[in-house]
């Protein structure tokens, strides 16, 4: 029953959300945006950027996760695999704040740049997206490079196997798997960003299906035009995670390891340009974060601490209870997945639960506030759309991450429990909650990352008289008062990164 009801919360909520904008759009969708060239291009821009975004952060992640795997003098690796995460996962205007530190009009490299430089438009957008999903790429393909059985490695050895005999004939058969599944989930975040394309898109000719989704609503408000929108971003999205999925799930939750098992020897030509590879994408990723230290001192005792306190308690309440919501989706998922043993009714709980990747927030948002408009005053109840919105946007990361380890457990354990008769609590208690512990404790911690830097959400539901600590730094940034948003920055920035620390933390 837990596992049903879950399904059909999530799947309510986006036909509600759906129904609700065709019903307000009396002329249905409009199709005249077919005819438009504005349409064609904003499709074309969109499916371009991603298409170069998810290319470059491929050719980084490649040569540096194969030096983070091959090579054992490299230091700080655990770290910067820990760093890596959180820049996957860090809020978005942390990341815009940063950004226009250093590359916009007054930036510290833009006079190496030259005249010509500009940050917002097409390099703003591609900066930004490698930053946030390069680091996602090495973070796969370490992984991969560091599940090659030692043997394969001594093997290789021992036949005298040159460095492309070596790469042709032990690494590439496991990269191959991966790179596929990589390629699609980056074009596919990529292609639904939202954040990043509104802030450093510079106007209409950098605008994603997703922007003109949320111009057309906020201010617009034309439902026609933004269901049209929302169902082509549907059908293109919607059919590259069904092309893209076909190659598995991707680890990447998986704790940084050293990497201190044996490997074979690395020429010295590819080992120095993988060690001053590993060192500029270090100092890239660090950059924008250091950026903002000397902006926030300028703030100094100006700062509005006690607004910040309690917009950061906000931020934490709202994304503490989003985690836990979609973690027990999730396992509710879960637990009906395994009673089905056919193929087919397993897909479909699959659909329900990763079909928030590529329904557009923004629809989700405006359709839910406008089909329950009628029955709820959304300044007063609009904090548990917050917290519903955000554990449906983090579900789909939580349930991938945590349906092997279900699997694993089923494989296991599912015939000596049948045996055993053991059921309900006590089977939680004594099996089940021990041996999925540390993938909780990841997910969990993701789950709480990815809620605590939401923005669009809380821009439908917010209420004037409290908010978010993102939406206090969008202000402080649109009010020009950039130290103070830099400040608050750096606090949104180390909250989640004392949720990846418990993320990363292994039990003795």
Known sequence: MPGVLAVFVMLAISVAAVLALAVRSDAGVSTALLRE?????VLQFSLWQALLSAVLSLVIALPLARALALDPHLRGRAWFLRLCLLCFVMPSLVLITGLVTLFGRSGWITPLLGEGWQLYGLPGILIAHVYLNAPFAIRVLSHRWQSIPVDAWKISAQLGLSGWQRFWLVEWPVLRTALPGVFGFVFLLCFNSFAVVLA??????????EVAIYQA?????????????ACMQLVVAGGLFALFSRWGGLQWLVAARAGDAWRPH????????GRALYVAVALFLLMPIVSLLPVAALAGGALPWSEIARASAMSIGFALAAALLAVLLALAAL????HFDD?????????????????????????????LMAWVNWLDWGWIAIVLLNALIALP???????????????????????LGLQGWRHWRLVLGPFLEPALRRVLAIAFVLALGDFAVFGIFGNPSWHTLPWMIHALAGSYRLDEAAAASLLLLALALGALCLLERERA
């Open 217 to 229: 609503l906020k201010f617009d408000f034309n439902p026609p035009e933004a269901l049209f929108l």
């Open 200 to 209: 450093l898109g510079g106007g209409p000719r950098a605008t994603t299906l």
């Open 37 to 41: 060239r504005w349409f064609w291009h």
């Open 266 to 273: 690395v020429g010295s030509l590819a080992k120095w340009c």
């Open 397 to 419: 990361f939580v349930f991938v991450q945590l349906k092997p380890s279900m699997f694993e457990y089923d494989a296991q354990y599912r015939q000596l429990l049948a045996d």
């Open 343 to 371: 193929a087919l009714r397993r897909r479909l709980i699959e659909a329900a639960a990763l079909h928030h990747l590529v329904i557009p927030g923004m629809v989700l948002s405006v359709g839910l506030y406008v089909f």
């Open 335 to 338: 637990s009906l997945w395994r």
